[in-house]
């Protein structure tokens, strides 16, 4: 059974936009955060945009922020994450993520569930 599942990513060239979409079974939708992560081959994953499912509240990497938008649809255990302005250092795989440490410590790219994510490719 598939847990979370992302779908959205494609190639875009600079200053395009995408929004990835994530389902969440029922028991994988986190009650306290959903999110996105991204990771770069050779590199650690990063959080690139979390939201808190109570009361929504949302927190960005300060790569990201004014350019994407975190949202999410609790009535059908979905997020999404609205890309614009794409710029080539965005290119790499997303990771939606279901609770877990992020959703305590931002800096810290660990969840709970975590999706096989979808390849976000940005050319110049």
């Known amino acids: 059974q598939v847990q979370l599942a992302e779908s959205g990513g494609g190639s875009v060239q600079t200053g395009g936009s995408l929004r990835l979409s994530c389902v969440a079974s029922?028991?994988?939708?986190?009650?306290?955060?959903m999110g996105w992560f991204r990771q770069t081959p050779g590199k650690e994953p990063e959080v690139v945009a979390r939201i808190l499912t109570g009361e929504g509240s949302e927190v960005y990497a300060d790569s990201v922020k004014g350019r994407f938008t975190i949202s999410q649809d609790n009535a059908k255990n979905m997020v999404y994450l609205q890309m614009n302005s794409l710029k080539p250092e965005d290119t790499a795989m997303y990771y939606c993520a279901s609770g877990g440490s992020f959703c305590f410590n931002f800096a810290t790219a660990s969840s709970r569930y975590r999706g096989q994510g979808t390849q976000v490719t940005v050319s110049s």
């Open positions: 029922r028991a994988t939708y986190s009650s306290l955060c």
